[in-house]
């Protein structure tokens, strides 16, 4: 075995290892989502549980309910509980930087058709997955599916490829029919994540954000703001909540990091109408005749 072949081998098990530790801890979380549970409780669950089955989390875990499509996480001290939602919850673990990213959805509501369209455009689009596919066409399988259930799909949100410590690379995964796009090749890792809606299928930026990642390497003069920075750099470029840091000062550092292009904050997602939001994900390793699912 040449050493590219060794050293390629040797990470594809650790984007394995990472599935399999996300796989376990999605399905011991959604045994928690029911009506008056704690947000703040499964996601603390998942982050630590994560860690102790040997990863790190790629990303704070996500709880987004109903109308919100994606980027919400509990804050510090939250008391949020579950009411007759429809829940997403969205897990990403690393292992020495190699991510699994999934997503699933709990409902509580009562409107099992938006999440079976999500479900099922998954996998139209994960049967097609092999070298010299367009994500193009991933993406009009996935419009096609979701459409056949009489909903959308969100237009403006879109699957990606994942790296070494970047958890949104290239390629763009669309979720609607585009031209073109991108071709597959073997080797890519990408994450497929069709959203449905009974909304108008767009999402906008909401007034409240909680998570955030570093863009921008600066220095720092006040002392307040760089033990803030420190915290943060443990994450790398990787995204972290709020809530994993600490500081009397937070809130002001938060703001001057942000101000500095230091920070990048990720606003919670709605859905522009709306509307009830589904989303499904998978982790693939693309190989020569298919793909891989990492997080199934």
Same mark, same amino acid.
């Given at each position: ?111 099992? /058709?938006?999440?079976?369209? %999500?479900?099922?455009? !998954?996998?139209? *689009?994960?049967? $097609?997955?092999?070298?010299? =596919? ?113 500081? /009397?000062?937070?809130?002001? %550092?938060?703001?001057? !990091?942000?101000? *500095?292009?230091? $920070?990048?904050?990720?606003? =919670? ?28």
């Amino acid at each position: 075995m040449t050493d590219n072949v060794q050293n390629r081998e040797e990470i594809a098990e650790k984007y394995r290892e990472a599935g399999r530790i996300l796989t376990q801890v999605r399905a011991e979380a959604k045994d928690l989502v029911r009506v008056g549970g704690s947000l703040l409780k499964v996601a603390d669950f998942v982050e630590t549980r994560t860690v102790e089955l040997g990863g790190k989390p790629a990303f704070p875990c996500n709880i987004s309910r109903n109308e919100e499509a994606a980027h919400a996480t509990p804050k510090t001290g939250d008391t949020d509980t579950f009411g007759k939602d429809m829940i997403k919850l969205d897990l990403g673990v690393h292992v020495d930087g190699y991510i699994a990213d999934s997503a699933l959805t709990v409902d509580l509501s009562g409107n099992p /058709d938006i999440v079976k369209a %999500a479900e099922e455009a !998954l996998a139209a *689009a994960i049967a $097609l997955v092999r070298p010299g =596919v367009s994500t193009g066409e991933l993406g009009a399988a996935i419009e096609e599916t979701i459409r056949g259930y009489g909903l959308l799909p969100i237009a403006n949100l879109t699957g990606h490829g994942l790296a070494r410590y970047i958890a949104h690379d290239n390629p763009a995964v669309p979720n609607r029919h585009v031209d073109g796009g991108a071709v597959l090749k073997e080797g890519d890792v990408i994450a497929i994540e069709p959203f449905a809606t009974n909304g108008m299928g767009l999402v906008h930026d909401g007034s409240w954000t909680e998570i955030y990642s570093i863009i921008r390497k600066k220095p720092v003069r006040v002392p307040a703001i760089r033990k803030v920075l420190k915290q943060a750099e443990e994450y790398k470029e990787l995204p972290f909540a709020k809530r994993w840091l600490s500081s /009397d000062k937070l809130d002001f %550092a938060m703001i001057q !990091l942000e101000k *500095a292009g230091i $920070l990048h904050g990720y606003p =919670v997602l709605l859905e522009s109408a709306g509307g009830l939001v589904a989303q499904a994900e998978h982790t693939v390793i693309v190989n020569e005749d298919g793909c891989e699912i990492t997080t199934e």
